[in-house]
């Protein structure tokens, strides 16, 4: 056998939403880019604000001899102390660029901690539903996932969560705004999970983190805020990306902030400098971590992407849809009358992509990227009529 018996298991076992974006990639090349609706990926199109592309004419103008080399693992220490004022801000707490460290995306970021903080069996838990490659990364460390569900509105279960820990339980690992529902955690229903973890680490003699991946923080509908999670509790850590906030996916730029009253804080920021080493990644690349020193002011403009929300929703309540409204990020999450992957089938029929929910870990729903021109959107409307019609026979 050429590949080991694990990652074939794991192309098996691979993303839904890779498998439609491939799926979408031979159906444009048949049918012409316009005449497919294509929401099976969230890989945004909003261009990123117009102060990144002035830094970074300005960054390339002025290159001095170093500036492409090596730096500490961590990152530059400027450009963490830039992020720390920041995120001192967002946190509610007081961060210096000791309590940060700059990685390839937030994927990285992940991956990182999980190196730093797992052992071989311990217990990370990940709430349904979930992005997909979270599995995997919490198996390359040797760890194990245990996913608990959300509530009929997508929100925190705590009941289900505390049921869920036990003293394997090493993380709790969060995503708000939600990819895929857009749902965001409540402050109270964070300051309550933060409690319960508390108690549970001093019961188990041990240290159970709170993990939050934040890349959509900056993407938020209808007024809502996210919440900080740096006030839930002190064994608190945030990963983020750049991705989505400037619209740089591309780009592999994003960050680890630890609470800066962890208790063993400097063991587990070595641990994970280490691991951003040799995991490979050596360190952040270098251009862009100059370059968004200068932006943390600055986020793509969200409502383009509430405005498509808008007319999105109303092209899924005219065929018939039932969903919860997204608070943030840029997906919609509605159930279906049918078998998931059936239901897909169907908007095939109509060139339509979807994801179906049980690539996130919950059957009976599929996800809808909205990083597309509005035009798509309402174009495809017809079509999400015809499919929910074939359905319901």
């Not at 974006?21 to 497919?36: L, R, S, T």
């Not at 899924?316 to 239901?343: N, Q, T």
């Amino acid at each position: 056998m050429a590949i080991a018996k694990k990652m074939r298991s794991f192309a098996e076992k691979s993303s839904w939403i890779r498998k439609m974006f491939e799926e979408g990639a031979k159906m444009k090349a048949e049918f012409g880019d316009e005449n497919v609706f294509d929401f099976s990926i969230g890989n945004p199109d909003v261009p990123p604000p117009e102060k990144f592309s002035t830094v970074l004419q300005e960054l390339v103008s002025n290159d001095k001899p170093g500036s492409h080399g090596y730096m500490p693992n961590g990152g530059y220490p400027y450009v963490r102390e830039a992020l720390a004022d920041r995120l001192s801000r967002d946190q509610e707490v007081s961060l210096d660029q000791g309590d940060v460290l700059m990685t390839c995306g937030a994927a990285g970021a992940l991956n990182v901690t999980f190196k730093a903080l797992l052992d071989p069996g311990d217990e990370v838990i990940v709430l349904c539903p979930f992005f997909v490659d979270y599995h995997f990364y919490v198996d390359n460390h040797g760890g194990v996932v245990k996913v608990v569900p959300t509530d009929a509105h997508f929100n925190l279960d705590l009941q289900a969560l505390e049921e869920a820990i036990t003293d394997k339980t090493k993380a709790v690992l969060i995503n708000s705004p939600n990819n895929p529902t857009g749902q965001i955690y409540s402050a109270e229903a964070l300051a309550s999970l933060g409690k319960m973890l508390d108690a549970a680490s001093d019961k188990f003699c041990t240290s159970i983190y709170l993990i939050s991946d934040e890349p959509y923080r900056n993407i938020v509908y209808d007024n809502h805020e996210v919440p900080a999670l740096m006030t839930a509790t002190t064994n608190s850590i945030v990963v983020s990306s750049y991705s989505k906030e400037l619209s740089l996916p591309g780009e592999r730029i994003g960050y680890i902030a630890v609470h800066p009253d962890m208790a063993e804080k400097q063991d587990v920021l070595n641990a994970m400098t280490l691991a951003n080493r040799i995991l490979g990644f050596i360190n952040a690349p270098a251009l862009m971590q100059r370059a968004v020193a200068q932006l943390q002011d600055v986020s793509v403009d969200s409502s383009i992407y509430a405005a498509r929300l808008e007319v999105f929703c109303k092209v899924l309540d005219d065929a018939g849809f039932e969903y919860e409204r997204p608070k943030g990020a840029f997906y919609l999450f509605p159930k279906v009358p049918i078998d998931d992957v059936e239901f897909c089938s169907l908007l095939q029929d109509e060139k339509i992509l979807a994801v179906p929910g049980r690539g996130f870990g919950m059957p009976g729903y599929i996800r809808l990227a909205f990083c597309v021109d509005e035009e798509i959107i309402k174009k495809a409307a017809e079509g999400f009529k015809r499919a929910m019609a074939a359905a319901k026979k």
